[in-house]
């Protein structure tokens, strides 16, 4: 099994619908991360967790929500879906002992039609 | 807080040629540094990375990279470039210590001639 595991892996919504992605990891840690990826602008932090009780927004909360339910569980949800939204999105985690590298899922290919 | 530049999205390069990628970061504290690859349909895969000690890293297929303070350059070198390096690289920096925020410079997509 995967250390960081997305589900779904693909998504086609319509606009205005609620959309939630999922993110479940086996590697223990306590930082947790939600990111999405355009072409041509990198990845772009949505919000992040540093643990259960800990919620941040990143650069492009607005439109977006999460909910930290265990250590192991991180999830991303779209309260209104709107086109500009469609992106790849990448669940993350990491740990100062392994040096904050940071440890992906495969992502989720959301559109919003 | 950090940033990363990476210039040229595109490049290409031909099979067996010299692959070097540049990146310059920007960071009030000392930075940790990484390179991350993507296939393609594929999520994030660390290459490499810095983060105290000896400023060459070596990394996974091949793969190099020198920090380099006085410039605040990182840049990802490969001597000799195979098809299967085609991919999209991602620089990406954080301060350490308690906020490891990554930020990721835009990538650049290799493509490798044959």
């Known amino acids: 099994d995967a250390d960081v595991t997305q589900t779904p892996r693909n998504r086609i919504t319509k606009t205005g619908k609620r959309i939630m992605l999922e993110c479940s990891q086996t590697?223990?840690?306590?930082?947790m991360y939600w990111y999405r990826q355009d072409p041509g602008l990198g990845l772009r932090l949505i919000y992040y967790s540093f643990d259960v009780k800990d919620i941040n927004k990143g650069e492009i909360s607005d439109g977006y929500s999460v909910s930290r339910q265990a250590q192991a569980k991180f999830s991303l949800s779209l309260e209104s879906a709107i086109p500009n939204q469609t992106a790849l999105y990448f669940c993350a985690t990491s740990e100062p002992r392994d040096g904050y590298g940071y440890t992906f899922g495969s992502g989720t290919r959301l559109t919003v039609v | 807080a950090q940033s990363v530049t990476q210039l040229g999205s595109h490049v290409s390069v031909s099979e067996g040629a010299l692959v070097l990628l540049r990146c310059n970061y920007s960071?009030?504290?000392?930075?940790?540094l990484f390179w991350y690859v993507q296939y393609p349909n594929q999520g994030l895969q660390l290459l490499l990375k810095?983060?105290?000690?000896?400023?060459l890293v070596k990394g996974i297929n091949g793969f190099e990279a020198e920090f380099k303070k006085s410039e605040t350059s990182f840049h990802l070198t490969k001597p000799s470039a195979h098809m299967s390096d085609a991919a999209e690289y991602f620089c990406?920096?954080?301060?350490?210590?308690?906020?490891?925020?990554?930020?990721f410079g835009k990538g650049n997509q290799v493509v490798v001639i044959p």
């Open positions: 590697k223990g840690h306590d930082r």
């Open positions: 960071s009030s504290v000392p930075p940790y």
């Open positions: 810095y983060t105290t000690g000896a400023t």
């Open positions: 990406a920096v954080t301060g350490g210590g308690g906020n490891n925020r990554l930020a």
